[in-house]
């Protein structure tokens, strides 16, 4: 729809005229995380990007394919880019509090990205903004994602997209304008930015601007059919269509179970990998054996069988929720995962996996608490340690604004307590904090420094009496160290 300008659209369009006077130079922030082929163009130098790297005002942020990167600015604003972005820092200013001063402009040139907006957007929208070819946008403290698609690009399906910017708002507002005209988009709500045209509202979600960001090794690259690298996964389950109706076909493989109610899993392998996955999915086969562990998981992205290796740390609800947790330990299972024309391995690695009832009649509205029932021992890829899970803590969830909670969860390696916190959006039944990042923390003396904390999980059973959770802290010694646990409804929605 094209609409005349309103008034957050006239002051980006107008803050756009007095830009040129406020050029500031220096540090930026630094890099929470980077995964691949990353750096900044600084000058007429290229610098590679790793965690922990200052950004600087006037950088141009560059992704390789298969590579992305999470940035952190001094004003706590969060940018996660996608594989084949280039994202220019065209002025940044901030000195810890609001003084006249304050600026952020950035520049998108190609690919997407996802942000969580920092004090200056919350607190001088007016001094924030983002220019791309198509359009400008403008803020008041809001959390957004936009993608850049040139002809052919972004494929829809088997369709290819029109070219132009898709975006999407999770909370706050954004104003879109250009020469030809603007708007403003509220929560969950869609835009589209044709070449040449007015911004214009879009109904469904394009299946490109969620697309999954593969994680790949941040480290020198191994010798083929050796690869080996540290998981960063940016799962992302937000926006997503409704699935379909579907029934699981049994195989003539013994060990495989017809799920006619359908189920939501979750696995991550502590070097390689996280999949969350559905049975409405058709590329999704899962083996389980006769007492209920899985013992197989394949899909488009990820192959995996048990063989000889131990099954550990089991455990399971039998209430309505179906749910069912494990650990694969030890050498004799096969773990590979496809990246491109890569494929990578973490056979004989602990594979975490927690499966349940796939989720039915979600309310949606109310505030519920969740408990938790158990789940496997912490393994640390870096280290090869087993920890144990002091506390799974506790869910709260907010059906009405569809946000989800966790508090208090907690896992030891002898001398060190890690614990993790943070909320995420609900979006069919899944949440992620993937991209925009959980808050962990370590106390002990056997603490190893983290670069990022993320948990992704999955609700079940009908009315979603159930929750299945994999949780996972990224340390600069290049670990891993990740568990599953499952919730159950605490009776009455409180604990």
């Not at 008034?7 to 630094?30: M, T």
């Not at 940016?234 to 699935?243: H, L, Y």
Request: proline share 4%; aromatic share 8%.
């Amino acid at each position: 729809m094209n609409g005349r300008p309103g008034p957050l659209v006239l002051l980006a369009v107008l803050f756009a005229c007095v830009l040129a006077a406020n050029v500031a130079f220096g540090e930026a922030g630094k890099v929470v995380f980077a995964v691949g082929d990353v750096a900044a163009l600084r000058g007429a130098s290229r610098v590679p990007l790793s965690a922990g790297s200052t950004i600087d005002a006037g950088d141009t942020i560059v992704t390789a394919a298969q590579s992305h990167v999470q940035l952190r600015f001094s004003d706590d604003a969060l940018v996660a880019l996608k594989p084949d972005s280039e994202f220019r820092i065209e002025r940044y200013n901030f000195a810890g509090q609001q003084d006249g001063t304050e600026i952020a402009v950035f520049r998108l040139v190609k690919g997407g990205f996802r942000t969580l907006t920092g004090q200056i957007g919350k607190l001088s929208g007016d001094r924030y903004q983002l220019l791309t070819t198509q359009a400008t946008i403008g803020i008041r403290g809001t959390h957004y994602q936009v993608q850049i698609c040139a002809r052919d690009q972004c494929m829809n399906g088997n369709a290819a997209a029109r070219s132009g910017m898709y975006g999407a708002v999770y909370d706050g507002r954004i104003a879109v304008a250009n020469a030809f005209g603007g708007d403003e988009f509220g929560i969950d709500e869609l835009f589209y930015v044709p070449d040449g045209e007015a911004p214009l509202r879009w109904l469904a979600p394009p299946l490109f601007l969620s697309d999954k960001l593969r994680p790949r090794t941040s480290t020198a690259k191994a010798s083929q059919g050796d690869l080996r690298f540290t998981k960063v996964p940016e799962k992302e389950v937000r926006p997503a269509v409704p699935d379909p109706p579907f029934q699981y076909v049994a195989t003539e493989d013994l060990d495989r179970i017809a799920f006619a109610a359908g189920r939501t899993v979750v696995v991550g392998s502590d070097r390689d990998t996280l999949e969350l996955d559905r049975t409405t999915d058709p590329k999704l086969r899962l083996s389980i054996d006769a007492e209920g562990r899985l013992t197989g998981f394949e899909n488009a992205s990820l192959v995996a069988s048990v063989g000889s290796a131990a099954i550990v740390d089991t455990g399971r609800d039998n209430s309505r929720s179906g749910l069912n947790w494990g650990r694969w330990q030890g050498s004799g299972s096969s773990i590979a995962q496809s990246l491109g024309n890569e494929v990578v391995h973490n056979d004989g690695g602990n594979l975490h996996y927690i499966y349940g009832t796939a989720a039915t009649a979600l309310p949606t509205s109310g505030q519920v608490q969740y408990a938790a029932l158990g789940g496997t021992r912490p393994t640390d890829s870096g280290t090869g340690q087993v920890g144990t899970l002091i506390s799974g803590g506790t869910i709260s969830v907010n059906f009405t604004s569809a946000q989800l909670g966790l508090s208090g969860l907690a896992a030891g390696f002898g001398g060190a307590t890690y614990t993790m916190g943070g909320t995420a959006n609900i979006a069919n039944g899944a949440f992620t904090t993937s991209g925009i990042g959980a808050t962990g923390a370590c106390s002990g003396a056997g603490c190893q420094s983290l670069i990022a904390s993320n948990f992704t999980g999955f609700f079940a059973g009908p009315g979603g009496v159930g929750i299945g959770l994999d949780y996972y802290f990224n340390t600069r010694t290049g670990g891993v160290i990740e568990g599953v646990a499952g919730y159950k409804q605490c009776p009455g929605g409180k604990c």
